[in-house]
């Protein structure tokens, strides 16, 4: 389920209804207290409903820039969120745009920069597939009186 990028009724709906978020955040510091107010907001999905779900399984780096300014913020998420934040970032590249005005996905387009892109996508479904797939934890088990 994608979902709109404000903390919405919306949002807070598909919150109740899923049970893991992958948070896509651009390297900025506007994005980055984004991140940590959509993280506020799962708690309280979590209390507020009695449920241990949403859990966040990921960060996913989108738009990514060769700046210094998107190299820091890279950095402050890394330190922040340590491996929940994926390797690989999304590059911004104008096919990402041509492929969504062509109604395409990026992977039928055929150019450098899409090309450079669903390299970086298909690495990051990789991983996330990865987290996916991890067997759930045993519920420890209670002793029998």
């Not at 820091?72 to 590059?91: A, H, K």
Request: with cysteine; proline share 8%; glycine share 8%.
């Amino acid at each position: 389920m994608d979902g709109p990028p404000s903390l919405g009724r919306v949002l807070l709906a598909g919150l109740v209804a899923v049970t893991h978020v992958v948070i896509v955040t651009e390297p900025a510091g506007h994005a980055f207290q984004g991140v940590g107010r959509l993280e506020e907001t799962m708690t309280e999905v979590r209390d507020g409903f009695e449920q241990s779900t949403p859990q966040l399984l990921a960060l996913l780096i989108n738009r990514g820039k060769r700046t210094a300014e998107a190299a820091f913020r890279e950095q402050e998420l890394r330190e922040s969120y340590g491996p929940l934040v994926l390797e690989g970032i999304v590059p911004e590249r104008t096919a990402v745009a041509d492929a969504a005005s062509a109604g395409l996905p990026i992977h039928a387009m055929k150019s450098p920069g899409a090309s450079a892109v669903t390299v970086v996508l298909d690495a990051l479904w990789a991983q996330l597939d990865a987290r996916l797939r991890k067997p759930a934890p045993t519920p420890a088990a209670t002793p029998c009186s």
